[in-house]
């Protein structure tokens, strides 16, 4: 039972964004369990007593109490400052923890997994799609992020969804560095994370995925042996052989032909390798061509809109030719064998 003088030993507090109503509809977004409650101590209880609960969000004003299985922070397309949320550290006795953040694992929940694959490997979490956090082996933060723990588990480094609030990926070069977004909506986890991750084994796959049609069909690509070097080096990406997943897949946008980015630094904006104003004219970032053609694929660019040029929406033209109406995009990393 939580007494007021132990709910910060239970809980942390974290952040509260405004997103769309459609973003809590996303799997690792949606509630576990919804109740009216009588104070944010009972909500907390609430949780504690649910065996799938990590976090909670409570409303000031009608004291609602929604529970989640995983994540940092908590999303509302109500009044944010009317909500507060909460993210549980562990349940614990004295000779164990029995509910670890989703990510951690051990006696203590004193260890955390490298990337979603080795999460996988090590069953810290339901076969499903989760919020988590990793900490890669090398020069390693904490980070949070989606994993998809099945067929052998995969890390999100890029996602966008239509049905959450559109983020700018027209970012400097710091920020592609660093990362930006939040993994309850849109992100992009950063180039120096994404090295990083790839420290944790010896080879990966990259995917590439989409969903079209009121997400109905999903179209994927892999390229295997993915890899980008460190800063020093513009974070350059280098990618072997590709393949369509099934028939009908998207195509191969990165390394077909004479428009391959193998190679290639990164560029944005304020950093730009292209010689061509290739981030401008894309309004996005990327392993631009040293081309006029800068890239077959925009997987940054905007969402369509009036008055938009082509090459500056969201793109990837083998395959998919001028289509740049997509529900979602992104890009996924897992372990080669």
Known sequence: MIVSGSFDSKFLRTDVFEE????????????????????LIDCGRRCLDDGDCRRFMYDKETKQCKMYESGEDC??????N????????????????????IGYYGDQC???????????????????ELLSFIKPTVNGAVLEVVC???????????????????TDFNKTWNEYATGFGNANGNYWLGLQNIFNILQNHNRFLLNVRFMIDGYASQLLC???????????????????QFSNHAKGGPGNSLTNGTFS??????????????????????????WYLDDPVCSRANVNGRRPEVGVP?????????????????????????RQY
Not at 23 to 36: A, D, G, L, P, V
Not at 75 to 80: K, L, N, Q, S
């Open 148 to 166: 998809i723990f099945t067929y052998g588990g995969a890390t999100d480094i890029s996602r966008r969804d239509a049905r959450c609030k559109e």
């Open 75 to 80: 999303i509302t397309d109500g009044v944010v």
């Open 310 to 334: 082509f090459e500056a929406t969201w793109h990837w033209q083998d395959n998919l030719g001028t289509r740049n109406e997509f529900d979602l995009i992104n890009i996924r990393l897992r």
């Open 261 to 286: 980015i193998n190679d290639r630094p990164f560029s944005t904006y304020d950093r730009d390798f292209s010689n061509n104003d290739c981030p401008v004219r894309f309004n996005s970032a990327w």
């Open 110 to 128: 004193q260890h955390i997994i490298q990337d979603c694959s080795d999460g996988f490997q090590k069953s810290v979490a339901p076969k499903t």
């Open 222 to 240: 892999i390229y295997r042996d993915f890899n980008i070097s460190n800063a020093n080096d513009n974070y350059s990406i280098s990618l072997g």
């Open 82 to 101: 009317r909500k507060i949320c909460f993210r549980m550290l562990s349940v614990c006795t004295k000779v164990n923890c029995t509910r670890c953040p």
């Open 20 to 39: 769309l109503e459609m973003c809590k509809s996303i799997q690792y977004n949606f509630r576990i369990s919804e109740i009216t409650t009588i104070s």
